[in-house]
Nanobody, 124 residues
């Protein structure tokens, strides 16, 4: 069973920056996409950013402040968070999407693996 591990969370003042990192285990299947989600206290988990190949996408509230990047060779993704706001406080989760064809059965496998999350707290 593959694992995804996040790091880099912490406490930062409003206006500051943090850099989150995520590493997905190697697998017979390829990591085709990586994404960051967050869940604030009392709220549902929401998508923050994802990277699929050379394509990236961001939720409106973080556009022009956050940057997602990916090292395909190392199955890692980072989320550079700038100009942090109080409302960015949340647990941030990384998700890796694996995809590939089982060589024995010929069937397509596609599944997501989530990390345990890392806390980001923005203070005033």
């Amino acid at each position: 069973q593959e694992r995804v591990v996040e790091s880099g969370g912490g406490l930062v003042q409003a206006g500051g920056s943090l850099r989150l990192s995520c590493t997905a285990d190697e697998s017979p299947f390829r990591v085709v996409a990586m994404a960051w989600y967050r869940q604030a206290a009392g709220k549902s988990r929401e998508s923050v950013a994802f990277v699929y190949g050379a394509f990236t996408n961001y939720t409106d509230s973080v556009k022009d402040r956050f940057i997602i990047s990916r090292d395909h060779a190392k199955n890692t993704a980072t989320l550079q968070m700038n100009s942090l706001k109080l409302e960015d406080t949340a647990i941030y989760y990384c998700k890796a999407t694996y995809s590939g064809i089982n060589g024995l059965t010929g069937t397509l496998h596609r599944y997501d693996v989530w990390g345990q999350g890392t806390q980001v707290t923005v203070s005033s």
